[in-house]
């Protein structure tokens, strides 16, 4: 089952927004590089949105995953130098 979010800005520089559909209960995000080494991971309850914190972020391709329960989806997540 597919989970639906959004990333804004994307591309980003400092910092984005991931905002679900809709009010997760219990969830995952996990930050990938594109050669999949795992930069941030962090789990949150009762939530639909949180700022992501991306200023030691070397610029380049990234992946987001947010898991919850049987639901995952993933975005390309692209940190800018400005």
């Known amino acids: 089952i597919y989970l639906n979010f959004s990333l804004s800005p994307n591309p980003a520089h400092g910092r984005?927004?991931?905002?679900?559909?809709?009010?997760i209960e219990e969830c995952t995000i996990s930050i990938t590089t594109i050669?999949?080494?795992?930069?941030?991971n962090k789990n949150l309850r009762n939530t639909r949105e949180t700022w992501i914190d991306l200023r030691n972020y070397t610029p380049g391709i990234y992946i987001i995953t947010v898991t919850?329960?049987?639901?995952?989806?993933?975005?390309k997540l692209i940190v800018s130098e400005k």
Do not use: F, I, P
């Open 68 to 75: 919850s329960g049987a639901q995952t989806g993933n975005k």
């Open 35 to 40: 050669q999949g080494l795992l930069v941030y």
């Open 16 to 23: 984005t927004m991931l905002r679900m559909d809709e009010q």
